[in-house]
């Protein structure tokens, strides 16, 4: 029985994390965030990094939001929560199953032509770079809540940045934009704030985010330490996939945003920490209570 409730509870993750990897592409592409099939000569390549971006953030969010999922039907086949052994299982899961975004972004890169790089096996590499990454943040979601809660909440941001964004350029006769990861752009943002979002966007979501979940996670008595890693995980993913991605090479769109990636890490983990310390020491739990959640 264990056995068998261990295979339902790694397949549904395995899938959840193809589904999800493929849905996000689809979203990406319909809506001309995602565009691997241009033509960029050396003046416009700092587009394909912008590009690479969103294609590694997409794969490991596919795999960290797999284990948020398998691990709300564990219940069903497991009562006891999943160890460290479990959670890395569930993780190589995801991982596994992020892989589908690898031949869906290889293929329409064949139509690519940018100078200087090969798009297939760059988007390739890339991508599966995002799923091997996806294990240890799926790793994260399957074994602590407060992982499960700030992926869950900076996926949900990123995306709203990214449509927020996008929307200007959807009306009839605008050109496409060219939306980049974690900034706040488009027409519908004021001249006077856009020209700062490129570095703020990422480092004030995640401060924010860290803020908020950092609160409740201390109001429900979780240790110090939980609370303190609470605004971690989520704009990891960010650092993570600028890294993949690269700088670019020059300061017109990739280097400002870049940088900001660089911070996000830093800026969620402080918001976490001032939650701490603001709102103090919890009341004692009652007795036979238990404390924080695996």
Same mark, same amino acid.
């Given at each position: 029985m264990? #056995?068998?409730?261990?295979?339902?509870?790694?397949? =549904?993750? #395995?899938?959840a994390?193809?589904v999800v990897?493929?849905?996000?592409?689809?979203?990406a592409?319909? &809506?001309?965030?995602?565009?691997?099939?241009?033509?960029?000569d050396?003046?416009?390549?700092?587009?394909?990094?912008? $590009?690479?971006?969103?294609?590694?953030?997409?794969?490991?969010?596919?795999?960290a939001?797999?284990?948020?999922?398998?691990?709300?039907?564990?219940?069903?086949?497991?009562?006891q929560?999943v160890g460290?052994?479990?959670?890395?299982?569930?993780?190589?899961?995801a991982?596994a199953?992020a892989?589908?975004?690898l031949?869906?972004?290889?293929?329409?890169?064949?139509?690519a $032509?940018?100078?200087?790089? $090969?798009p297939?096996?760059?988007?390739?590499?890339?991508?599966?770079?995002?799923?091997a990454?996806?294990?240890?943040?799926?790793?994260?979601?399957?074994?602590?809540?407060?992982?499960?809660?700030n992926?869950?909440? &900076? =996926?949900v941001?990123?995306?709203t940045?990214?449509?927020?964004?996008?929307?200007?350029?959807?009306?009839?006769?605008?050109?496409?934009?060219?939306?980049? &990861?974690?900034?706040?752009?488009?027409?519908?943002?004021?001249?006077?704030?856009?020209e700062?979002?490129? #570095?703020?966007t990422?480092?004030t979501?995640?401060l924010?985010?860290?803020?908020?979940?950092?609160?409740?996670?201390?109001?429900?008595?979780?240790?110090l #330490?939980?609370?303190? &890693?609470?605004?971690?995980a989520?704009?990891?993913?960010l650092?993570?996939?600028?890294?993949i991605?690269?700088?670019?090479?020059?300061?017109?769109?990739?280097?400002?945003?870049?940088?900001?990636a660089?911070?996000?890490?830093?800026?969620?983990?402080?918001?976490?920490?001032?939650?701490?310390?603001?709102?103090? =020491?919890?009341?004692?739990?009652?007795d036979g209570?238990?404390?924080?959640?695996?």
């Open positions: 264990a #056995f068998r409730s261990w295979v339902k509870l790694l397949a =549904t993750t #395995f899938t994390a193809a990897g493929a849905g996000q592409l689809g979203i592409y319909g &809506l001309g965030i995602v565009r691997l099939d241009q033509d960029l050396i003046t416009l390549r700092d587009q394909w990094t912008s $590009q690479l971006a969103w294609v590694a953030w997409i794969t490991m969010t596919a795999a939001v797999a284990a948020i999922i398998g691990t709300g039907f564990r219940p069903r086949w497991r009562p929560p460290p052994g479990g959670a890395l299982a569930m993780g190589l899961a991982g199953g892989l589908a975004v031949p869906l972004t290889m293929q329409p890169a064949r139509s $032509q940018v100078d200087g790089v $090969q297939v096996l760059v988007i390739g590499i890339c991508a599966a770079l995002g799923a990454a996806g294990i240890f943040a799926a790793w994260a979601a399957a074994a602590k809540a407060v992982a499960r809660w992926l869950a909440a &900076l =996926t941001l990123v995306w940045v990214g449509l927020v964004s996008v929307a200007p350029s959807l009306l009839p006769g605008r050109t496409p934009a060219a939306v980049r &990861l974690g900034v706040l752009d488009g027409s519908l943002i004021p001249p006077a704030i856009a700062h979002t490129p #570095f703020l990422m480092p979501l995640s924010l985010a860290g803020l908020v979940l950092g609160w409740v996670a201390r109001g429900r008595q979780m240790s #330490f939980a609370v303190a &890693l609470t605004g971690l989520g704009p990891a993913l650092t993570v996939a600028y890294l991605a690269g700088p670019g090479s020059s300061t017109a769109i990739d280097l400002t945003p870049y940088w900001a660089m911070t996000a890490s830093g800026a969620g983990v402080l918001g976490s920490v001032l939650a701490a310390i603001v709102r103090g =020491t919890p009341e004692p739990a009652p209570a238990v404390a924080g959640d695996p």
